[in-house]
């Protein structure tokens, strides 16, 4: 047996999307958590960088919607894009500093994790995720499943 027939006799590649996506997804709904949960804290942060508070909400929103997206595989791809795109704007906003070494740091972090969510949106989430059980659950129910299938699963291309 080769390693690819072993690889797909283990399902390794749907395993590997899932721990992927999990890891990817835990900064974004950790970090949403401490904002909603200390938010006059990063209220007043947020206002020293010249972010307002509505600003301040959506990223929470952003953070824990797309993150449980992206780790729950409902929609992933979807989710995946809105943060890969957030990941591109909170480096090019907040990480240029490029003198300091933290800064340079926390560019490079958010151009790999925006680089891991667009390649996790063009892959989707894989056989191991929310999207799949539910389109599974329409179709043991009678339920006729609708025209078109959610962008998490199955296709390999981006919509455009």
Do not use: W, Y
């Not at 590649?13 to 970090?31: M, P, Q, T, Y």
């Not at 508070?53 to 995946?80: D, K, W, Y």
């Amino acid at each position: 047996m080769t390693p690819i027939e072993l690889a797909e006799k283990l399902h390794a590649k749907d395993i590997v999307l899932l721990a992927g996506r999990l890891l990817l997804s835990l900064i974004f709904v950790h970090e949403g958590l401490q904002l909603a949960t200390h938010f006059e804290g990063a209220q007043k942060a947020m206002s020293a960088l010249g972010v307002g508070t509505p600003l301040l909400i959506a990223t929470i929103l952003l953070q824990l919607g797309a993150g449980l997206s992206v780790a729950l595989g409902i929609l992933a791809r979807l989710g995946a894009i809105g943060l890969g795109l957030f990941c591109l704007m909170t480096a090019s906003l907040f990480h240029t500093n490029f003198a300091s070494q933290n800064e340079l740091l926390h560019f490079e972090k958010d151009l790999a994790i925006a680089g891991g969510m667009f390649i996790l949106a063009l892959s989707g989430a894989g056989k191991l995720s929310m999207d799949r059980v539910l389109t599974g659950f329409a179709k043991d129910t009678k339920i006729d499943p609708p025209i078109e299938r959610h962008l998490s699963v199955g296709e390999t291309s981006l919509p455009v």
